[in-house]
């Protein structure tokens, strides 16, 4: 059974950073595809990163690109979202998601939710002066 387990949230002033870490365990296959999404209370999760199960290929929300960083450390089974320069806006649970998939380029797709069966519990994230 692959479980996933966010961790690194928390609360920030504007402009300030925060790495989110993503461990997984139960892998079944050396390949999986890892995306971030993150969920304000009323909406629906919103897609932030997404990154290939050899770490070769990374994708981004518009909202994040420039400011956010996901990279995968495969030895540790952990994925990581480096935030910066970080917004009142990106305040929400921050979960990460995993799919099997062997493919090396992530299309925009993989920024969708509906394309990931394992989800973790998610993290809280809160940019406030």
């Known amino acids: 059974q692959l479980q996933l387990v966010e961790s690194g949230g928390g609360s920030v002033q504007p402009g300030g950073s925060l790495r989110l870490s993503c461990a997984a365990s139960?892998?079944?296959?050396?390949?999986?595809?890892i995306g971030w999404f993150r969920q304000v209370p009323g909406k629906g999760r919103q897609g932030v990163s997404a990154?290939?199960?050899?770490?070769?290929?990374?994708n981004y929300a518009a909202s994040v690109k420039g400011r956010f960083s996901i990279s995968r450390d495969i030895a540790k089974n952990t994925v990581y979202l480096q935030m910066n320069n970080l917004k009142p806006e990106d305040t929400a649970v921050y979960y990460c998601?995993?799919?099997?998939?062997?493919?090396?380029?992530?299309?925009?797709?993989?920024?969708?939710?509906?394309?990931?069966?394992?989800w973790g519990q998610g993290t809280q994230v809160t940019v406030s002066s």
């Open positions: 139960g892998l079944t296959s050396d390949y999986h595809a």
């Open positions: 998601a995993a799919e099997p998939w062997s493919g090396t380029v992530v299309a925009d797709l993989f920024l969708r939710a509906d394309e990931y069966r394992y």
């Open positions: 990154i290939s199960g050899s770490g070769g290929s990374t």
